[in-house]
């Protein structure tokens, strides 16, 4: 899982995230994993202290989009030239299938290792 996450980070970081000052990409991040009971989750997202603006980048259709230009016509003295919104929903979206994959081999592998 957590491999898997980090590929979606990375693939996030490298073809989703709009960048204007680079502070958003930067924020990207991927928890070790947490097992509590027989549990096992692995978090990963942008911002916090570092970019406390990840949630409204990522739901703004404009992310990456805008030319420079505000709705209302004003002019942007910096905004992001790449990037899009949904930068982290749509490589997780488009790689759940590889993620569950991965995932049935790598237990198929330790399963077999038990005898099971």
Known sequence: MFESAENIMSISKEQYVPVETGTLKASGFVQPPDTTGNN????????GAAAPYALAVHENPRAGKTGGVSPSGKKYKRWATVGQWKYLEQPVNENLGNVVSKLKRDLDREFAKLGR
């Open 40 to 47: 096992v989750s692995v978090y990963l997202g942008y911002g």
